[in-house]
């Protein structure tokens, strides 16, 4: 594989922890929303849900995003990164620098 480990590791860890800082500081953003009738009116609550709702989505998505990355920490300490975990072809290595945590190569990610 063409691509320099210590890069890889650099970049998988860089990205894991922007989104670690990014999920924390969105926390507010994910707080129960008050039933207060009197001070917020009931389609502005409809919103605030809504928005709660969105970002709930949001950090579920970073979550998923922090175990492949995980994954793919693992994957480079087992010397097993850049092949696919589903035919253990390898990855190309464009695709990889497009996503480093990508664990499927094309044909099987069809």
């Known amino acids: 594989m063409e691509l320099d480990e210590n890069t890889v590791r650099t970049t998988l860890n860089k990205l894991k922890a922007d989104l670690e800082n990014l999920s924390s500081s969105a926390s507010e953003n994910r707080k129960p929303v008050k039933l207060d009738q009197q001070s917020v009116g009931r389609l502005s609550r409809m919103d605030s849900l809504q928005v709660q709702a969105m970002h709930m989505a949001q950090e579920q998505n970073r979550r998923n995003q922090i175990v ?21 072809e390898a990855i190309g290595t464009k695709r990889i620098k497009l996503d480093p945590a990508v664990p499927l190569c094309v044909k099987c990610a069809k």
């Open 68 to 88: 492949r990355i995980d994954a793919a920490l693992e994957r480079l300490k087992n010397d097993d990164y850049g092949f696919c975990v589903k035919c253990d």
